[in-house]
């Protein structure tokens, strides 16, 4: 009696339970409000950092002669950023502007720093999400190849691959690649490096280390998943390598390599700089390395916010994706529940 008793009293709480809707629900808040918190705390951190320097950067910089600004201008960019009043009150300031969409103003160019991001951004971007697509196109053809070449040592040389890949600089490769497609080939030209042809040339150079830790993972995770029973099963049965990959070991595979794609989002951003620099592209790279050869604070600020942005957006998509590949998340959360219940 004690057992069924148990037992029903377990049942009626499930049944009584949040719905997967309304569980789904609840952990995607949950996470959404975990990511602003990071967001704000990157952003206090940076404000922190650069109060603590040394003496007054900024208004080292504001009085540099070679500003040209007048002592009025300098006044009011003073009180702008409240410099004349306590680092808490700065920060107060500062943390409200942000919250409302204002970046501040540019020491060195007096320009709004939000339209010379916005000006930049678009390169940036469209290198960055180049990028991104060719390192999964890349590591998914590894990955594959890996599993199914006909021949042995294909296979085992195709393992090597992302070893290779993360040995070679970032720098390296693409200066290989516009010696033989720019100079020698005449694909593209350096003259114009917001091309089609020299975009996807610049992902190719951004791509080809950051393809190496997810090829790893998914060859990982294949290798696994290809010694499970019902990959022998379904091979029994006379299903192709090609349907078996697509339709049985790829899915089940992607849960760790949605979280890889989230974490290299760094080194997408990372590497932009780089790749924009050797490519000559007028990006957010640009926009960094003047900020920092003129100790432009509110610029390199907003620059560290927006990377905050971006890589804690894309690690939240990643946390909202992984329970709808993998349904066993929410369980287990439904688990620890029915516990505390």
Not at 177 to 190: D, K, P, Q, S
Not at 232 to 255: C, D, E, I, N, W
Request: glycine share 6%; charged share 15%.
């Amino acid at each position: 009696m004690p057992t069924s008793t148990g037992s029903a009293s377990v049942t009626t709480r499930i049944r009584k339970g949040p719905t997967m809707r309304h569980r789904y629900l609840r952990y995607a808040g949950g996470r959404t409000a975990q990511a602003a918190v990071v967001i704000l705390l990157a952003y206090v951190l940076t404000f922190f950092v650069i109060s603590v320097l040394p003496g007054d950067p900024i208004s080292n910089s504001l009085r540099d002669p070679q500003n040209g600004l007048s002592e009025e201008d300098i006044e009011s960019t003073i009180a702008y950023y409240g410099l004349d009043k306590p680092v808490i009150v700065q920060l107060a300031l500062s943390l409200g502007r942000f919250l409302t969409g204002d970046l501040g103003v540019s020491l060195q160019s007096n320009l709004p720093v939000g339209q010379l991001i916005g000006d930049a951004l678009p390169s940036t971007l469209a290198l960055a999400v180049t990028a991104l697509g060719v390192s999964i196109v890349l590591a998914v053809a590894i990955a594959y190849g890996s599993q199914h070449l006909p021949w042995a040592r294909a296979r085992s040389v195709l393992r090597s691959f992302p070893s290779f890949f993360l040995s070679v600089p970032n720098f390296v490769i693409g200066l290989v690649l516009i010696e033989i497609f720019a100079f020698r080939l005449n694909v593209f030209t350096t003259i114009d490096p917001n091309s089609a042809a020299a975009t996807l040339f610049a992902a190719i150079t951004l791509a080809i280390p950051v393809s190496a830790p997810l090829a790893e993972v998914l060859i990982a995770n294949l290798d696994h998943e290809s010694r499970q029973e019902y990959a022998l099963v379904a091979r029994s049965r006379g299903l192709t390598q090609t349907r078996l990959f697509a339709k049985h070991l790829v899915k089940p595979s992607m849960l760790p390599a949605v979280a890889m794609v989230a974490l290299i989002v760094g080194e997408l951003l990372g590497g932009a700089v780089i790749t924009e620099t050797i490519f000559g592209r007028d990006g957010i790279g640009v926009v960094v390395q003047k900020a920092v050869t003129s100790q432009d604070l509110p610029v390199l600020q907003a620059v560290v916010s927006l990377a905050a942005i971006v890589f804690v957006t894309v690690n939240l998509l990643a946390d909202l994706v992984s329970p709808l590949l993998d349904p066993r998340i929410q369980l287990q959360s439904a688990r620890r529940e029915l516990v505390t219940a």
